[in-house]
């Protein structure tokens, strides 16, 4: 496909969510759209970066290196900006996906120098183990809990990025939080998504990988070497939980097996070696260069390479490959090697891992739903009755994170390397410092 083909198909895709948004109290997105548009209220989680408002701010981010917003996107803008900070103030659930670090996000892409209320108000909730959670994870509890997307790691991860007056006070106490949450294993130390938690989801988003990740950026950003020490210990516990076979790297979804898991291995940015591969190029940003003998890079490179022979994104059986989202699918891995493309520029490697993500571009356009109001996507739950899922509008879960994918990957083939990237909290180190849009 050309970048004109995937460009056009993102500025549809984010045509049919624009059209989506509704007011009342500010903007909200229904998370899904049926075919009969019947009239939803906000969710409970309508302003979140997962599916709710702060999810458009990345694309509004992305589409202003393109060219200039509309005054309809900038009121849009000016909407989310105006009630996140009012929110914000009042917010008590602390997390990146879920909550007020999800809010400074969204704050600093859109107007930089408001994440600062999101910030105060985290510093303002801090106690000694972290930050207590509203998710009802575990019913009962509001015990903090560990992982990128509802718990310490993605707050701690936000800070680091984010920077400011509040970011060193609160990197810090998510790190010795997460230092105290710890199982020590034979090889290393272990995270599960709550220190309770019996099965653990190893890998990026809810598991030990993020956890690590986020312990070596911290490091490096505090010069705490044992927060780096921590996350290679979590590193080495990966490394003995995983397979290294056929010169690729890939970790089992869930330990012990979920039977609600059908594939026992899957390539998401969640749960697969795409989001795990961040963790090897944070190592590599803290100054670490082996784990167990086994360089890094060496280890970014194999998990990239799991993803390139994994069969993705074909749906070669049910189960195997259902979802085209940045979650769980086909946007989220081809924005990780698209990340690759650019750390590796001028190597072999990256115009190998960029035929890898025009794969994962041309597939979203083979799939996409159009009609005059726009496009985008419907998912699989082979498991239903009705397999075919309606439509999502959100970041991780529908359209608006697929369109901006589709809308980086045009403006590479455009642009090339040096071509800006919309750097976020749980993947900056994983590009050159140079091309970041928020580095200074």
Same mark, same amino acid.
């Given at each position: 496909?050309?970048?004109?083909?995937?460009?056009?198909?993102?500025?549809?895709?984010?045509?049919? @969510?624009?059209?989506?948004?509704?007011?009342?109290?500010?903007?909200?997105?229904?998370? =899904?759209?049926?075919?009969?548009?019947?009239? !939803?209220?906000?969710?409970?989680?309508?302003?979140?970066?997962?599916?709710?408002?702060?999810?458009?701010?990345?694309?509004?981010?992305?589409? /202003?290196? +393109?060219?200039?917003?509309?005054?309809?996107?900038?009121?849009?803008?000016?909407?989310?900006?105006? *009630?996140?900070?009012?929110?914000?103030?009042?917010?008590?659930?602390?997390?990146?996906?879920?909550?007020?670090?999800?809010?400074?996000?969204?704050?600093?892409?859109?107007?930089?120098?408001?994440?600062?209320?999101?910030?105060?108000?985290?510093?303002?909730?801090?106690?000694?183990?972290?930050?207590?959670?509203?998710?009802?994870?575990?019913?009962?509890?509001?015990?903090?809990?560990?992982?990128?997307?509802?718990?310490?790691?993605?707050?701690?991860?936000?800070? @680091?990025?984010?920077?400011?007056?509040? /970011?060193?006070?609160?990197?810090?106490?998510?790190?010795?939080?997460?230092?105290?949450?710890?199982?020590?294993?034979?090889?290393?130390?272990?995270?599960?998504?709550?220190?309770? =938690?019996?099965?653990?989801?190893?890998?990026?988003? +809810?598991?030990?990988?993020?956890?690590?990740?986020?312990?070596?950026?911290?490091?490096?950003?505090?010069?705490?070497?044992?927060? @780096?020490?921590?996350? !290679?210990?979590?590193?080495?516990?990966?490394?003995?939980?995983?397979?290294?076979?056929?010169?690729?790297?890939? !970790?089992?979804? =869930?330990?012990?097996?979920?039977?609600?898991?059908?594939?026992?291995?899957?390539?998401?940015?969640?749960?697969?070696?795409?989001?795990?591969?961040?963790?090897?190029?944070?190592?590599? +940003?803290?100054?670490?260069?082996?784990? /167990?003998?086994?360089?890094?890079?060496?280890?970014?490179? *194999?998990?990239?390479?799991?993803?390139?022979?994994?069969?993705?994104?074909?749906?070669?059986?049910?189960?195997?490959?259902?979802?085209?989202?940045?979650?769980?699918?086909?946007?989220?891995?081809?924005? @990780?090697?698209?990340?690759?493309?650019?750390?590796?520029?001028?190597?072999?490697?990256?115009?190998?891992?960029?035929?890898?993500?025009?794969?994962?571009?041309?597939?979203?356009?083979?799939?996409?739903?159009?009609?005059?109001?726009?496009?985008?996507? *419907?998912?699989?739950?082979?498991?239903?009755?009705?397999?075919?899922?309606?439509?999502?509008?959100?970041?991780?879960?529908? /359209?608006?994170?697929?369109?901006?994918?589709?809308?980086?990957?045009?403006?590479?083939?455009?642009?090339?390397?040096?071509?800006?990237?919309?750097?976020?909290?749980?993947?900056?180190?994983? !590009?050159?410092?140079?091309?970041?849009?928020?580095?200074?």
């Amino acid at each position: 496909m050309t970048s004109e083909a995937y460009k056009e198909l993102g500025e549809a895709a984010w045509s049919w @969510v624009l059209d989506q948004v509704r007011e009342d109290e500010g903007p909200w997105l229904p998370e =899904t759209v049926s075919g009969d548009r019947r009239d !939803v209220t906000p969710a409970k989680d309508r302003d979140s970066l997962y599916s709710g408002i702060a999810g458009l701010a990345p694309v509004l981010a992305e589409i /202003a290196q +393109h060219r200039e917003l509309s005054d309809r996107e900038r009121a849009l803008s000016d909407g989310i900006v105006a *009630r996140l900070s009012a929110e914000a103030k009042g917010r008590v659930e602390p997390s990146l996906y879920d909550g007020l670090a999800g809010d400074a996000t969204a704050l600093k892409l859109l107007a930089p120098g408001e994440e600062s209320i999101a910030l105060r108000r985290l510093d303002e909730l801090t106690t000694p183990d972290g930050w207590k959670t509203t998710t009802e994870f575990e019913p009962g509890s509001d015990a903090p809990l560990n992982d990128i997307i509802m718990g310490t790691a993605g707050v701690l991860m936000t800070a @680091v990025w984010a920077r400011g007056e509040f /970011a060193d006070a609160i990197a810090t106490t998510g790190g010795e939080a997460l230092l105290r949450t710890a199982d020590r294993t034979e090889a290393g130390l272990d995270w599960g998504i709550a220190p309770s =938690t019996p099965s653990r989801a190893p890998n990026y988003s +809810h598991g030990t990988a993020g956890v690590a990740a986020a312990l070596a950026v911290a490091g490096a950003s505090l010069g705490r070497a044992d927060f @780096v020490e921590a996350a !290679v210990d979590g590193a080495r516990h990966v490394l003995s939980v995983g397979l290294l076979d056929d010169d690729g790297f890939v !970790v089992p979804h =869930t330990i012990p097996p979920s039977r609600r898991e059908v594939e026992p291995i899957t390539y998401t940015w969640c749960h697969g070696p795409a989001g795990t591969s961040h963790l090897f190029s944070a190592l590599a +940003h803290a100054g670490v260069t082996e784990v /167990a003998g086994l360089q890094v890079d060496e280890l970014r490179r *194999r998990c990239l390479n799991s993803l390139l022979t994994s069969g993705v994104p074909e749906r070669l059986r049910p189960g195997f490959w259902d979802n085209d989202g940045r979650c769980c699918g086909t946007a989220g891995v081809g924005d @990780v090697l698209l990340d690759a493309v650019q750390d590796l520029a001028g190597t072999d490697l990256s115009e190998t891992l960029l035929r890898g993500a025009r794969t994962m571009g041309d597939a979203l356009v083979e799939r996409a739903v159009r009609d005059g109001s726009g496009a985008r996507w *419907r998912f699989l739950e082979y498991r239903d009755d009705e397999p075919l899922l309606p439509p999502g509008t959100a970041w991780m879960q529908g /359209a608006s994170g697929i369109a901006a994918y589709l809308l980086r990957l045009a403006r590479y083939i455009e642009n090339g390397p040096r071509s800006p990237v919309v750097d976020r909290p749980d993947q900056w180190w994983a !590009v050159p410092a140079e091309v970041r849009v928020t580095r200074s």
